[in-house]
């Protein structure tokens, strides 16, 4: 099934793996709401399909504004993707910083929860949807170096995993993606020595659209290359 004039929720839709799946669904003749904190100002961009939206996925109120703002425009929320995410260089526990260790579990466990949230509330009026969580291949199995970033990535894969529990009753369909590595600003500050060897965006973005228009989507993709 294609996915065509969908309405389309991608976070953290500005860069790297966001912002391929943006350009890949919007190209498809879907309406696409991209979320991230340095769009300057609310507005569609020339292809018209594409609203940009300033927000923080770590705050609940403004994922909930938003939420509000997409169904008075649009009526129905189909697909939201909780994508946004911080990394954090590697580093053993004592020389972490645990503020930015704070700041990367508000945003890739908490934007997470806040998104599948006011997504839902409306999807289960609806009785239908699809929330897809991008998490990583870092929540399969623990990696020296990078507690904090896989403590975040397998909590949102235990609240993506119960979250599909809870919804499946309303026929909404709750899926987990993990990739491994791809090349992406996400390792802006440093990259993992491996990084010329990780995936392209593209590539990750088209199995993950793969996934979504199967009859029936694997719940929990594995992504490498
Ligand atoms: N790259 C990899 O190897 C890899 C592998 C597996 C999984 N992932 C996951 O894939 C997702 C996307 O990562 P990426 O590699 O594409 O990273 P990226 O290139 O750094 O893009 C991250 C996106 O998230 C947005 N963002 C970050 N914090 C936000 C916040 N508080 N509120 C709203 N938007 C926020 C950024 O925009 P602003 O900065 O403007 O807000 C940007 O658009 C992340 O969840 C990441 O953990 C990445």
Same mark, same amino acid.
């Given at each position: 099934? $294609? ?212 009859? $029936? ?9």
């Amino acid at each position: 099934m $294609k996915i065509k004039n969908k309405v389309i929720v991608i976070t953290g839709g500005t860069r790297g793996l966001g912002a391929a799946m943006k350009s890949d669904l919007a190209a498809k003749g879907n309406k696409i709401i991209v979320i991230a904190r340095s769009i300057n100002r609310t507005c569609f961009t020339n292809k018209e399909n594409v609203l940009n939206v300033k927000a923080d996925v770590t705050r609940e109120a403004d994922i909930k504004k938003i939420a509000s703002r997409i169904l008075k425009k649009f009526n129905h929320i189909d697909i939201w993707i909780n994508n946004a995410g911080i990394w954090l260089p590697h580093a053993p526990i004592e020389s972490m910083n645990m503020e930015r260790v704070h700041q990367m579990i508000e945003t890739n466990l908490f934007g997470t929860i806040y998104g599948s949230k006011h997504a839902l509330i409306q999807m289960k009026k609806q009785k239908s949807g699809i929330i897809v969580n991008i998490i990583s291949s870092s929540a399969l199995a623990g990696s020296p170096r990078s507690s904090g970033y896989c403590a975040s990535k397998f909590a949102v894969s235990g609240f993506t995993k119960s979250l599909r529990l809870e919804a499946a009753d309303y026929g909404i369909k709750v899926i987990a993606v993990y990739p491994r590595g791809i090349r992406t600003s996400l390792f802006d500050e440093e990259r993992p020595a491996s990084y010329y060897k990780f995936m392209d965006s593209s590539y990750v973005a088209q199995k993950i659209i793969c996934n979504l228009e199967k009859s $029936k989507p694997c719940n929990d993709l594995i992504i490498k290359s």
